[in-house]
């Protein structure tokens, strides 16, 4: 099964997410999987008392020898570079939040920091852009799969052609056997080109101490939540650098062997939303969201991804997204406040996260 989940429970569907339950899973009739070399390709058929279960494999051959024959890969290419300069399509470009009101809503979370109410929020804010017509998904997945092949990228159409799309750099639990798999991803930085420019990249993220100070928020908030379900790390935690095509994180990959078996849907329930896409105490920081942002997330931060028969499954958290409803896309962006921050920075660090979607469906080469 393949789907995702609302961000809060207090799920409200406004013209953005009017095409979209608070949670919702497909059964695909293709699944395609590719780890590490190893492909598998799964033919998903309902078979009822009605239907002859021999009828429904020699379906199944046709589809495969059909695919054969046609070829299942689509063309090679790259799609960042065409024959010539990179052109854009026809859209204007709306932030409902102004600089202000994101001021006044930094202030805040860090007033509430001041007071020892909180530790750190996680704000997010949208953009709407609108097109002269509906941009090219197939094209926005083929650029996202160019610039991050190392993220987490996911498509899923409604019937009404809405649809809901990104390239998340977060897990947040893969259950693979009796293995338990998350990661604390917060601290960032904007990735510059040159291989000099990103190893002073790389210095400043590990020197900072508004980045260390909220990423040790977000690995003490994960670890706390594990341990309340006997999940203890059995390995030596080491926080690296995740390098993107815009931006550095500071990553700590987590992998566990709980003590007893649970759904990988529990996992989900008890994990998110974690502190690096709600904040640190959880129900206070929920509470702030609520209050300060007027745009509901709907899906955006929320759990995305599959899981099996078994109980077994990946799910990411559906960061550096968007919904497109037609000729119409709205972005969503967030940043991490802690005490240290500042509106003018975290302003600019939304600006970051927009790029991958915004490039993505305004590049037309």
């Known amino acids: 099964m393949a789907g995702g989940f609302s961000f809060s429970s207090g799920y409200l569907s406004d013209k953005v997410w009017q095409s979209f339950a608070p949670g919702c899973f497909v059964l695909p009739h293709f699944q395609h999987e590719l780890v590490e070399e190893r492909e598998w390709l799964t033919i998903n058929v309902l078979v009822d008392s009605g239907v002859d279960a021999r009828e429904a494999v020699d379906h199944c051959c046709e589809i495969l020898s ?9 063309p090679q290419g790259n799609p960042s570079h065409g024959a010539g ?8 470009v709306e932030n409902p939040v102004a600089k202000a009101e994101w001021r006044g809503m930094v202030v805040e979370v860090l007033d509430r920091i001041g007071t020892g109410q909180i530790n750190k929020v996680a704000l997010a804010r949208m953009r709407e852009l609108n097109f002269a017509q509906p ?23 409604q019937e009404d052609d809405s649809v809901f799309l990104g390239a998340s750099p977060e897990l947040l ?16 930085a904007p990735r510059r080109q040159s ?25 003490n908030n994960l670890l706390a939540r594990l ?27 987590v992998s566990a062997t709980p003590r007893s078996a649970r759904h990988i849907l529990e996992w989900l329930e008890h994990l998110h939303p974690t502190a690096a896409l709600g904040g640190d105490p959880t129900n206070q920081a929920m509470v702030l969201i609520d209050e300060l942002e007027r745009q509901p997330r709907g899906w955006y ?14 799910f990411c958290v559906g960061i550096r ?45």
């Open 227 to 253: 341990h309340e379900f006997n999940a203890i790390p059995d390995q030596a935690l080491r926080t690296g650098i995740l390098s993107l095509h815009n931006v550095h994180h500071l990553r700590t990959p």
């Open 301 to 314: 931060a929320a759990p995305f991804g599959l899981f099996d028969r078994f109980g077994h499954g990946t």
């Open 66 to 74: 059909d695919l054969d024959r046609k070829g299942a890969n689509p």
């Open 135 to 157: 941009p090219d998904t197939n094209r926005a997945m083929a650029r996202l799969a160019h610039r991050y092949s190392n993220c987490y990228r996911f498509l899923f159409h």
């Open 85 to 92: 300069a990179s052109t854009h399509t026809t859209h204007t």
């Open 321 to 365: 997204s968007a919904v497109i409803h037609k000729a119409r896309a709205w972005l969503f962006a967030g940043a991490g406040i802690v005490a240290g921050s500042r509106p003018e920075l975290e302003w600019d660090e939304t600006e970051w996260k927009f790029q991958p979607m915004h490039q993505a469906l305004t590049a037309l080469s």
């Open 195 to 219: 291989t000099e420019a990103a190893r002073n990249g790389h210095r400043e993220m590990l020197s900072s101490a508004k980045n260390q100070h909220e990423h040790h928020i977000v690995v």
């Open 173 to 188: 639990c893969a259950l693979d056997g009796e293995r338990l798999h998350t990661m604390a991803l917060a601290g960032t």
